[in-house]
C-alpha cells in the first residue's frame, strides 16, 4: 500500500534561490523556460525563465552533453551545472553547464518576440497573442503586482475583522439596476449575471459584521473605451455599526497604506522592472462633489455642463487640481446626488438632494464607489416607492431590512483600474489578463 503524505522535497533548485546568492560554487539542477538563446560559435549563452526570474547559463561545446543547434527558444529543459557569480549576467550569478535535457519542445517558432524588453507590438496584437505575450518580463510583472494589491486588501481586512464571503454571480436581480446586465435563461427562469454583490454582502453584514470579497462582476455595457470592461474585478467590503461614512473612507486610506507598504516591500524587482513610484497614501484629500466641480471649472476655465454627474474631463481636472494643489495622487469626491446613486444609497439628512456616499479618484479615474446604506426597513421602502419600484421584485434582499440591520457601509473598487492608474497605463486592457469586452471574448 502506498501513502501520499504532502509534497516531498525535490533536488530541483529554483531560480529564486540562485539569484539569491546562496548557491555559488555548488553543482545544481535547474528546470525552466528557454527565454533567450545567443551562440557565440563554441559557446553559447542560455537564458532560462521562471516565476521567480531569469538566469544565464553557459554552454561550452565540449563540456555540456548537448548539442546546441537542437535546442529551441520556449523549449521546457532541465539543466545541470554549476553555479558561479558573474557582473555581467542577468541576476548576477551563471550556471557553467554540464547537463542540458529537453522536457517539451515548441511545434512553432514564437509569433512575437517575448525576450524583448518591451513588446513592439499593438495592443491588439498582445491580447490576440495572451497567452503568448504574458511571457514576456513586463507584461506578467503587472499581474505579479496586481496579485499583491489583492494580497495586501485581503490581509489588511482580515487584520480588521472582516470575513471574506463568496457570492453568487448568477443572480435573479442586477443590484443596479438598469438595462445593462447579461441576461441568463435558468432553467427557463429568467436570470443575470451580477453586476454586484451589493444586496449579498448587506446580507452577510447581518451574519458577520465586516465583509469581503474579491470577485468578478459583469456590466452588458455596449461602450468601447479605455476605461471600461464587460467583465472586471471588485474589491469589495461591507461594514456594520458605522458612525458614518467616513468610516468607509478611513477604512479604504488604511488598506491603501497597507498595500502600498506591503508592494514596496515584497515586490520591488516589479516595481523596478516597470519603473513604477508608489503614490503616498499617508493622507488623502476629501471634498464635496459640488466644490470639487466648481474648483475645477474655476482653475481650468471649464463650464459646469452636467450637475449631477462627473464627466470624465471632470474626473481628470479634479484629479490635476489636487495633485497641483496638495500633491495628492488620489481625491475623495463626496456627497453624490441622490438621483445618481442607487435607492439603497442614504441621503444626507441635511439635504437629501445629495447621498453620504463617494467616488475614489487616482490620478483623474474613478477607482472606488461607496458610502453608507440605508438600514431603516421604512425609509428603503419610502425611497423604493419614490423611485417607482415595485418591492416584490427584490423581496429576499428587503428580508434584511425587516429583520433588522445595523447602521452599514461599504465599497467596490475596480482591481484593474486601480492597476492601470498605478501603472501609468493608457488602457484597462493592459491590466486584464485575459479582458472582456464588447468585440472580445477569446482568448
Not at 58 to 64: D, F, P, Q, R, S
Not at 135 to 155: P, T, W, Y
Not at 184 to 198: R, V
Not at 299 to 317: A, G, T, V
Request: glycine share 8%.
Amino acid at each position: 500500500m502506498e501513502f501520499i503524505e504532502g509534497v516531498r522535497e525535490k533536488a530541483v533548485t529554483e531560480i529564486r534561490q540562485i539569484l539569491s546568492g546562496g548557491c555559488e560554487g555548488r553543482e545544481v539542477r535547474v528546470n525552466g523556460a528557454v527565454h533567450t538563446i545567443r551562440s557565440m560559435g563554441e559557446v553559447a549563452f542560455v537564458v532560462l525563465r521562471k516565476a521567480g526570474g531569469l538566469v544565464q547559463c553557459v554552454y561550452e561545446e565540449g563540456l555540456t552533453n548537448f548539442d546546441i543547434r537542437n535546442l529551441k527558444e520556449e523549449s521546457a529543459v532541465e539543466v545541470t551545472g554549476t553555479v558561479k557569480r558573474e557582473e555581467r549576467a542577468p541576476g548576477g550569478y551563471e550556471i557553467r553547464l554540464k547537463e542540458l535535457r529537453v522536457l517539451s519542445q515548441p511545434a512553432a517558432p514564437l509569433p512575437i518576440a517575448v525576450s524583448k524588453w518591451k513588446l513592439n507590438t499593438s495592443l491588439e496584437t498582445k491580447l490576440a497573442l495572451r497567452p503568448v505575450s504574458l511571457r514576456n518580463l513586463r507584461e506578467r510583472a503587472k499581474f505579479k503586482l496586481q496579485e499583491g494589491i489583492v494580497r495586501g486588501f485581503r490581509d489588511y481586512l482580515l487584520g480588521q475583522d472582516f470575513t471574506e464571503i463568496r457570492t453568487p454571480k448568477i443572480v435573479a436581480r442586477g443590484a443596479e439596476g438598469g438595462s445593462n446586465v447579461f441576461k441568463l435563461d435558468y432553467f427557463g427562469k429568467k436570470a443575470e449575471l451580477g453586476q454586484s454583490p451589493q444586496f449579498y454582502k448587506q446580507t452577510m453584514v447581518g451574519v458577520f459584521d465586516r465583509v469581503f470579497e474579491a470577485a468578478p462582476v459583469f456590466r452588458a455595457e455596449k461602450h468601447n473605451t479605455t476605461r471600461h470592461l464587460n467583465e472586471y474585478t471588485s474589491l469589495d467590503f461591507e461594514m456594520g455599526y458605522i458612525d458614518g461614512f467616513e468610516d468607509i473612507m478611513d477604512m479604504e486610506t488604511g488598506m491603501l497604506q497597507y498595500v502600498m507598504e506591503l508592494l514596496g516591500r515584497e515586490y520591488k524587482k516589479e516595481l523596478d522592472l516597470l519603473g513604477v513610484t508608489l503614490p503616498d497614501v499617508s493622507r488623502i484629500p476629501a471634498v464635496r462633489f459640488d466644490r470639487a466641480k466648481e474648483l475645477a471649472a474655476e482653475k481650468y476655465q471649464r463650464r459646469i455642463r452636467n450637475p449631477y454627474d462627473l464627466e470624465p474631463e471632470e474626473e481628470l481636472l479634479i484629479g490635476r487640481y489636487f495633485k497641483e494643489e496638495y500633491g495628492s495622487d488620489f481625491v475623495f469626491v463626496t456627497h453624490y446626488p441622490s438621483k445618481k446613486r442607487p435607492f439603497y444609497a442614504m441621503d444626507d439628512p441635511a439635504d437629501p438632494k445629495y447621498t453620504l456616499s463617494f467616488d475614489l479618484l487616482f490620478k483623474g479615474l474613478e477607482v472606488t464607489t461607496g458610502g453608507q446604506r440605508i438600514h431603516d426597513y421604512g425609509e428603503i421602502l419610502r425611497k423604493m416607492e419614490k423611485r417607482g419600484m415595485d418591492p416584490e421584485d427584490i423581496a429576499s434582499y428587503l428580508m434584511i431590512f425587516k429583520y433588522g440591520m445595523p447602521p452599514h457601509g461599504g465599497l467596490g473598487i475596480g482591481l484593474e483600474r486601480l492597476t492601470m492608474r498605478l501603472l501609468d497605463e493608457q488602457n484597462v486592457r493592459e491590466t486584464a489578463l485575459f479582458p472582456r469586452d464588447v468585440t472580445r471574448l477569446e482568448p
